[in-house]
């Protein structure tokens, strides 16, 4: 290939990258709401609602309660122009919970097990409802798309460069590609976002009054529950931060959580 098309598909990814790569929080916490368009809101509300028919939905007040009043903490805190929000438990087992464009977020009753009921459930609540909104208010999906658009657009150069080159395999090169651009470009992509989420979410259960350490409680927890139970794939292969990881960063952040812990008495 030749070197000139090389270095115009590294200078396209690149300004494509540039273009998508914007972080929604800086070193000193600040955050910078961005708010998903419109077509990307009401899919999230389209699949929310085709969750809510699919799925079993706990009315248990045991895991309603403290998901309204949490959320209700949290909301006081986050502006976020044309959000719906809707906090609906469902019966999973499966401790997770997820969050749709829009401000619609599903949390599952197999978190009550790592949420526990002492004087440090609703913190922790906080921390995973927060690490939720903060994938809403900085339009990750969204983000996700446009990445991945990014990623395609590099494929297509890269296919035209190789079509006008006269190369023997040119699949190979496109299959190296893809698969570089998995490992090497999406893959850490989301674990960024995911990385992006844990610092946002410490920042708002901080604002709404909960301590932000209960964020690093809630992944030494996590991690005890992923020790039994597996689900820790290498790093590389994995679309989220391994919790080691995460806790890390978490302790790092933590100084900068505080501050705002402090400001909110
Ligand atoms: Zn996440």
Request: hydrophobic share 40%.
């Amino acid at each position: 290939m030749k070197r000139s098309l090389l270095i115009l598909l590294a200078l396209f990814t690149l300004a494509l990258q540039s273009c998508v790569f914007r972080p929604s929080i800086d070193e000193q916490g600040n955050i910078t709401v961005r708010t998903a368009n419109k077509l990307m809101r009401s899919h999230g509300a389209r699949q929310f609602e085709k969750m809510k028919r699919d799925k079993a939905i706990s009315t248990d007040p045991r895991y309603t309660e403290p998901v309204a009043r949490v959320a209700e903490r949290l909301k006081e805190v986050i502006t976020l122009p044309h959000a719906e929000w809707e906090f609906v438990v469902f019966k999973d087992l499966s401790p997770n919970a997820f969050a749709l464009p829009g401000g619609k977020v599903g949390v599952n009753t197999g978190l009550f097990q790592i949420i526990g009921d002492d004087y440090r459930a609703d913190a922790i609540l906080a921390a995973i409802l927060g690490h939720e909104i903060s994938h809403t208010t900085a339009a990750h999906a969204q983000q996700r798309i446009l990445h991945a658009m990014a990623l395609i657009a590099a494929g297509q150069l890269l296919w035209f460069s190789l079509d006008t080159n006269d190369i023997d395999h040119p699949e190979y090169a496109l299959a190296g590609f893809a698969l570089t651009g998995y490992l090497a470009d999406a893959l850490p992509f989301s674990r960024k976002q995911e990385y992006e989420s844990d610092k946002m979410g410490a920042i708002y259960m901080a604002q709404a009054g909960y301590d932000p350490r209960a964020s690093i409680e809630l992944w030494k927890r996590l991690r005890d529950y992923h020790r039994i139970n597996g689900g820790q794939h290498p790093e590389f292969l994995r679309t989220h931060p391994h919790d080691d990881s995460r806790i890390e960063a978490l302790e790092a952040f933590m100084p900068v959580a505080l501050r705002f812990y402090q400001s909110s008495k």
